[in-house]
């Protein structure tokens, strides 16, 4: 049962990262900033680029629960590879919330005066709070399982040298 649950969760992994990409790849070409711009210019564009400079920390972390989800699958939950994948998903996701606090900053205090920037401000202040929230849980995650890693390590410490 195991083994199918995590695979069926690698593959919702992998479906997200699939979708997310269709999005950075699709969004630029319908979003109305873009809309004057020939396709060469759509990519150069300073905050299109920007976006996808912000995204690669999401596709890290993504790689990351894929990884956990991996060793889940072989029985080396209580490792320290694991304890060290959930330390870099929760970088990942102080960076983005970081990264996203810079890009409302920027917009709120570069964007033109006669266009409203309140829906990206409030997306931008939504996403912040998630990914500060994820970063939240995984550092409990983390500790939960380092403490498992060390009971476990104490156990075979204590058992290796009792042979």
Known sequence: MKQRSTLFLQ???VLTGMVAL???IRFPLIEG????LDLFSIYTDPF???GYATSMPFFIALF???KILGYIRQDKAFTIPTV???RSIRYCAILLSILLMMAGLYIRIFHPKEDDPAGFLAVCMAATFIFLVVAAAVAVFEKILQHGVDIKS???HLYGQSK
């Open 11 to 13: 593959g919702v992994v």
């Open 22 to 24: 269709a999005i950075l």
């Open 33 to 36: 900033r873009a809309a004057t």
């Open 48 to 50: 299109i680029l920007y």
């Open 64 to 66: 990351q629960v894929f």
């Open 84 to 86: 060290r994948t959930l």
């Open 154 to 156: 104490a156990n075979e």
